[in-house]
């Protein structure tokens, strides 16, 4: 088996190399060893990165991600907890489509001015009671 360095993971996977130890902290990813300075990888990191990629396009946290890892060689991806983010991205896009749609009306509008729009004025009514609604569910951010 032909070890890969982290530059040649970095080069595949188009992820920078802090990206990678970063993930090796987080227990993505496993380096097998070091050839000189630069950590090894088995080539089936590849594969890794690719499920965190799109894990991460799904919206999913690391940990969660990680999770799905587990102990073996491959990952344990949880169906029950794809079907979970299935439904939360399908709620999404219909909040999207929706906020797409008003816009567009804003668009369109005849009025002089956007915020005598009604159908706009209620888009704003809508996004800051969600915003509230964000900032109460987290009230504190940590800065790392």
């Known amino acids: 088996m032909k070890l890969m360095d982290i530059s040649e993971v970095a080069k595949q996977s188009g992820l920078p190399a802090a990206t990678l130890r970063f993930y090796e902290e987080k227990g993505l990813i496993e380096s097998l060893g070091r050839r000189g300075l630069r950590r090894t990888f088995d080539p089936g990191v590849?594969?890794?990165l690719s499920v965190i990629a799109l894990g991460r396009?799904?919206?999913f946290s690391l940990?969660?991600?990680g999770a799905m890892f587990g102990t073996g060689p491959r990952p344990e991806i949880d169906r029950a907890l794809l079907a979970t983010k299935a439904e939360a991205l399908s709620r999404t896009i219909r909040q999207l489509g929706a906020l797409k749609k008003g816009i567009e009306h804003a668009v369109r509008c005849?009025?002089?001015n956007q915020l005598e729009c009604p159908?706009?004025?209620r888009l704003m009514k809508i996004a800051a009671s969600r915003a509230g609604k964000a900032r109460a569910a987290r009230p504190y951010r940590t800065i790392r």
């Open 46 to 48: 590849l594969e890794q």
């Open 57 to 59: 396009m799904a919206g």
């Open 63 to 65: 940990d969660e991600i």
């Open 110 to 112: 005849p009025v002089p």
């Open 119 to 121: 159908s706009f004025r």
